[in-house]
Structures are given as structure tokens and as C-alpha cells.
């Protein structure tokens, strides 16, 4: 796992801040994508989501936080939620997920979909995720 520059540092603020611990950060030009350790998402978030408020006026981004799981069914719904996802079949490299939200999963302009992808291969190997 390799991260750039700005996702060191934006770990760094972001733990800094809210005191949780940080597994990963993925971001794009308007979006930072965190990835928090099991049993951090209630100090990530803060109470009435003050650290989330704090964070998305100091760095002018929009924030998705997610808690990792290393099971990766369960990733996969922290990754999609709120989304209900109705089933879930993996293989070595192949993920199927069905669920009656498809827009909901896929996300505005495929995003949703696209980090889903890049995490689960980065985590599990998975390099195909199917949305039924």
C-alpha cells in the first residue's frame, strides 16, 4: 500500500484531531475516503459529528469514514452502507454483491463502486466486485 504525500499528512490531522486511529486514506479532489480502525468510528465521527464538521472547514473536503473489518463481507457492507445489501458471494478474486439500492452502491458518477474496488483489492486481493 503506497500513499501519497497529502494522504500522510491528512492521517496525521485527522488523527491529531479526533484521536482516532487511521488505517487508510484514499482522496480525490473534493473527497478524502478514511479508513478507521475497528472501534474507532465514535471518536472519528465525534459527538453530534463535531470532529467530521471541524475537519471537512479546515481542509474544504467532503469526508466518508468507514471502519475496517478484516473479515471482508462485513467490509464490504461498512463500505456500502447505508445501503442494505441483500447477499454476498466471494471467490478468491471475484466479489458479488446483489442488493435493490444498485444506484445507492454504484454512487454519483461510479465513485462509490470505484473506491469499493481499489479497497477490497487493496485488502483482500479482490479485483472484481459485481453489483446484481
Do not use: H, W
Not at 16 to 39: H, L, Q, S, W, Y
Not at 71 to 97: W, Y
Request: with cysteine; hydrophobic share 35%; glycine share 6%.
Amino acid at each position: 500500500m503506497k500513499l501519497s504525500k497529502e494522504e500522510i499528512e491528512y492521517i496525521q490531522y485527522f488523527e491529531d484531531t479526533t484521536g482516532a486511529r487511521v488505517k487508510d486514506c484514499v482522496m480525490n479532489t473534493d473527497t478524502a475516503f478514511i479508513i478507521v480502525e475497528p472501534g474507532s468510528m465514535g471518536a472519528a465521527i465525534g459527538k453530534r459529528g463535531e470532529n467530521v464538521k471541524k475537519i471537512k472547514n479546515k481542509t474544504k473536503k467532503d469526508i466518508s469514514i468507514v471502519e475496517y473489518s478484516s473479515d471482508p463481507k462485513k467490509f464490504i457492507q461498512n463500505l456500502f452502507a447505508p445501503a442494505k445489501l441483500d447477499s454476498i458471494e466471494l471467490s478468491e478474486t471475484k466479489m458479488i454483491v446483489s442488493s435493490k439500492e444498485k444506484n445507492r452502491l454504484i454512487g454519483q458518477k461510479g465513485n462509490r463502486i470505484k473506491r469499493a474496488r481499489v479497497l477490497m483489492e487493496r485488502y483482500f486481493g479482490i479485483k472484481d466486485i459485481e453489483i446484481r
